[in-house]
Nanobody, 124 residues
Framework: QVQLVESGGGLVQTGGSLRLSCAAS?????MGWFRQAPGKEREFVAAINRSGGGADYGDSVKGRFTISRDNAKNTVYLQMNSLKPQDTAVYYC????????????????????WGQGTQVTVSS
């Protein structure tokens, strides 16, 4: 069983930055960040493979967000820069239960474990 705990959300102005953290218990797995705004479907934001050597991003965040991980701390980060009002959402981290080292995953159905979410609000 894997438990995921997100932190770092909050209120920021347009153009500002935030860093989200996701602390995981148990084994090291491929991880991802998703977000969901009110009335919208859950959206893929970023994913990182188990080794930390590969990452993938949703089109809406490419060039602004960076995913990274510290396997010694079993923690994944999402650095969010140049934030826009449309980035406002609840952000969730998630883990894929696989020992594959190099793959990243962008479909929510691939992820077995989910955190409780952290709210990010970007004011205009």
């Amino acid at each position: 069983q894997v438990q995921l705990v997100e932190s770092g959300g909050g209120l920021v102005q347009t153009g500002g930055s935030l860093r989200l953290s996701c602390a995981a218990s148990g084994r090291t797995y491929p991880m991802g960040w998703f977000r969901q705004a009110p009335g919208k479907e859950r959206e893929f934001v970023a994913a990182i493979n188990r080794s930390g050597g590969g990452a993938d991003y949703g089109d809406s965040v490419k060039g602004r967000f960076t995913i990274s991980r510290d396997n010694a701390k079993n923690t994944v980060y999402l650095q969010m820069n140049s934030l826009k009002p449309q980035d406002t959402a609840v952000y969730y981290c998630a883990a894929v239960e696989t020992r594959t080292a190099v793959a990243t995953y962008y479909r929510p159905d691939d992820y077995k474990y989910w955190g409780q979410g952290t709210q990010v609000t970007v004011s205009s």
